[in-house]
Structure formats: structure tokens, C-alpha cells
């Protein structure tokens, strides 16, 4: 990332998986909390060089890993693990041109919240895990 006068930045990109476990893919939520792990010990080592470390961790962005019908699939099969999963939103939501909470995110803006990180105004931001799911994953 970029250098300012002051600090580098770090964003690790991880996702929704790395602040809560959901089962059916202990792998993929075991590697999520690990970049955690290594977030903050990087935040503590890198920190007295002025170097800011934070995670980012979306969830329901709009890309090709994230497949409806494959969940659906899923919580068919293994109907127990649909409670430890945030709701998933089914269909777009206008509001005037507006996104919804109900979206899809964008990848564009994931990407928003990782330049706000990497930008001088989150200086004073470091070992922190920033939850980019609308408020989702407070279910």
C-alpha cells in the first residue's frame, strides 16, 4: 500500500467467516481466523514502525463464490447449519436508485472501505477487524 509522511497501511482482506464460525466449512472459517490472528499481531509488531495493520471482512458481495442456489443446496442437505449463518438477501431492493440492505454488495464497495483504510482518514485505526456486511453478521 501507499506511504504517507506519517504511516503505511495495511488492509488484510478476509471475510465475514474470520468474526464468526459457520459450519459446513471449518477449513475455509480456520484460515478467516487466522488472517485475525495475524492482523493483530501484526498491528502490535509493525505499529512502533508507524505501519497500520486492519482486516476487512465482507460478506454477501456479489461475485462468482457467492451462489444462491449452491447455499440453498447446502441448507437443504444440512438444515441445522441455516441458523449460524447471517441472513442471506434473495432479491435487490430499489430505493431510488439507492442500494437496499437487502443487496448484494458490490465489489466496488468493498473496495471503498479498503481505500478509506489505506487513506490518512482512518490514521488512527490499527489491529482492528472491520465488518463490511451492512450489519448482517449482528444476527
Request: charged share 15%; glycine share 8%.
Amino acid at each position: 500500500m501507499g506511504r504517507s509522511s506519517s504511516s503505511a497501511r495495511r488492509p488484510a482482506p478476509s471475510s465475514s467467516a474470520g468474526t464468526k464460525a459457520t459450519p459446513g466449512n471449518a477449513h475455509y472459517s480456520a484460515s478467516k481466523h487466522g488472517l485475525v490472528a495475524l492482523t493483530n499481531a501484526l498491528a502490535i509488531e509493525a505499529g512502533e514502525f508507524g505501519i497500520r495493520v486492519n482486516s476487512i471482512h465482507p460478506y454477501s458481495i456479489d461475485t462468482p463464490m457467492v451462489e444462491p442456489e449452491a447455499m440453498m443446496k447446502i441448507f437443504s442437505k444440512y438444515p441445522a447449519f441455516l441458523h449460524s449463518f447471517s441472513p442471506m438477501p434473495y432479491k435487490p431492493v430499489a430505493h431510488e436508485g439507492k442500494p437496499g440492505l437487502q443487496e448484494f454488495m458490490t465489489p466496488e464497495e468493498v473496495s471503498d472501505v479498503v481505500a478509506w483504510l489505506a487513506g490518512d482518514g482512518s490514521a488512527t485505526i490499527s489491529g482492528s477487524q472491520i465488518a463490511v456486511d451492512r450489519g448482517t453478521a449482528k444476527y
